[in-house]
């Protein structure tokens, strides 16, 4: 087994289930991505976070 897969393994063991259900979800849409040669178009958690924040700061008028 790869050195990753047996880090996710044994972390998924520790987590509370709502963590592991989370990751769980996560690393499936990276493997479909993967598979489907569309790592490219997954939108990395910092864009995603700014966006979040730009959305969230009040508007000046």
Do not use: C, F, H, N
Not at 8 to 25: C, M, Q
Request: hydrophobic share 40%; glycine share 4%; charged share 40%.
């Amino acid at each position: 087994m790869d050195a990753v897969a047996e880090k996710l393994d044994e972390k998924l063991g520790t987590w509370k289930p709502e963590i592991s259900r989370k990751v769980r979800a996560v690393v499936s849409d990276v493997i479909e991505a993967a598979d489907a040669d569309g790592l490219d178009v997954l939108r990395s958690r910092a864009v995603e976070q700014e966006v979040l924040e730009q959305l969230d700061e009040p508007t000046s008028r």
